[in-house]
């Protein structure tokens, strides 16, 4: 499908008084690690015997959130059971993206830098599972074939807050068992039950699979307010419970957001599933499926997207949470790859279109005026490049009115007009 020009009518058309925009930094927690992969085996080799590795295949995961630095973490895994004799080898860890396709995952994987060539190993990728464990409900736990056929499974995964539930186990090692590993059909069984059931139903599907599966190490990683590396830490199956817990509610401080109280708008550059789960991180936007969750998170009365980022292969999962984009970027979605990635979590809301507008100009326009109880050269705007990236930033001048007391906001410039291209589109 592709779009083209849209009739909208304008009143007044796109004569309307913009506010100025200010270059800010915004200033999070910054512990990160400087050597990653010395850290990677330091804790391997502290916290494990690598004799009982010896001769064994072990599968190691690969996700597709986008991690900092993963490819360099996944080597030293595979570099440090290389060392202890073991026969380590690759798994997608990934449910439904890449198109819930083979292809489509390994694609994924060769964006993040992980291939066969890059790793020394071979990746085995497959969609098919196997029924691993059950719920105390009787509910089939599906997990990847090659997983289950090794000696020994390396969950490796991020430890962050969920886009879409509030629990003490949210995204990290439990998840990546019971959904990653899940893989399409997985996935599909679990998200039937809704978001408002994961605080529960993560760390049971997780233990049960732990159970069942022979799990021998968990690697997990926690990320600052910079989206670098500040927690690798090897654990055993043993501490699984204990450890990721901890480290979820680490991730909760150090996580990045708006530090303003409010935003009339929010102009976000790009979405994609590398970002979020979501698309854009409601921990950032406020916008999700999920209405039983409060996000602490700026008032925003109208979200604008920009684009779809290439490493999400067009899956624009998230944008209807938006309230506005453009014709540009509603021909960047492959709506295959985002329909399927929807349908999966059977949440349909986040894969419809928002308003699509003729240019970034005429989106912003409208955005400033359907804003209520303010008048558009007054609003409070904010310009971000993704829910990742929220340390360089620009606000309007209005937005500094608000947060001129705060000592984790440093103006970095002075005010200037937006600018546009011939087509209307922001340079």
């Not at 992980?114 to 969609?127: D, F, L, Q, R």
């Not at 708008?265 to 406020?286: C, F, H, R, Y």
Request: charged share 25%; net charge neutral; proline share 4%.
């Amino acid at each position: 499908m592709k779009l083209e020009k849209v009739g909208i009518v304008l009143p007044g058309g796109l004569d309307c008084p913009l506010p100025k925009m200010v270059p800010v930094e915004q200033l999070f927690m910054n512990d990160r690690l400087d050597d990653i992969e010395a850290t990677v085996r330091k804790e391997m080799t502290s916290k494990f015997d690598g004799a009982s590795f010896r001769g064994k295949s072990i599968a190691v995961t690969a996700g597709s959130r986008g991690i900092a630095n993963i490819a360099q973490i996944v080597a030293a895994i595979i570099g440090q059971l290389k060392d202890w004799g073991a026969k380590p080898f690759i798994v997608p860890a990934m449910a439904s993206h890449g198109g819930a396709t083979v292809e489509g995952q390994l694609q994924v994987l060769a964006e993040y830098g992980i291939t066969e060539a890059s790793m020394g190993v071979p990746i085995k990728a497959s969609m098919e599972t196997v029924i691993a464990a059950k719920l105390k409900d009787g509910t089939g736990l599906h997990f990847d074939k090659y997983a289950s056929q090794a000696d020994g499974i390396v969950v490796c995964g991020r430890v962050k807050p969920h886009t879409d539930f509030r629990g003490d186990y949210e995204s990290g090692l439990y998840k990546m068992l019971a959904i990653g590993l899940g893989k399409h059909n997985g996935a599909t069984v679990l998200h039937k039950y809704g978001f408002s059931e994961f605080h529960w139903l993560i760390p049971e599907a997780g233990r049960a699979l732990m159970k069942a599966m022979p799990v021998v190490m968990g690697v997990a990683i926690v990320e600052n307010g910079y989206h670098q590396v500040m927690t690798v830490e090897a654990v055993r199956p043993q501490d699984f419970d204990v450890r990721e817990k901890e480290l979820q509610a680490l991730s909760k401080k150090a996580i990045a957001k708006l530090l303003m109280p409010r935003a009339d708008v929010l102009i976000v550059d790009e979405l994609g599933k590398n970002i979020s789960g979501a698309g854009m991180d409601p921990n950032v936007t406020g916008r999700s499926t999920a209405t039983f969750v409060k996000y602490d998170v700026p008032a925003i009365q109208r979200l604008i997207v920009r684009g779809v980022t290439h490493e999400s292969n067009g899956n624009a999962c998230g944008i209807g949470f938006a309230d506005l984009t453009t014709v540009r970027c509603a021909n960047q979605i492959d709506f295959g790859y985002t329909y399927t990635n929807s349908i999966t979590s059977i949440e349909l809301g986040p894969s419809k279109l928002p308003m699509v507008c003729n240019s970034e100009h005429e989106a912003l326009v409208v955005a400033l005026r359907t804003c209520q109880r303010v008048e558009p050269r007054d609003a409070r705007v904010a310009w971000i490049k993704n829910t990742n990236e929220l340390t360089h930033i620009k606000v309007s001048e209005t937005v500094l009115e608000d947060v001129k007391d705060r000592k984790d906001i440093k103006v970095l410039g002075r005010p200037e007009p937006f600018k546009f291209d011939a087509d209307g589109y922001l340079i």
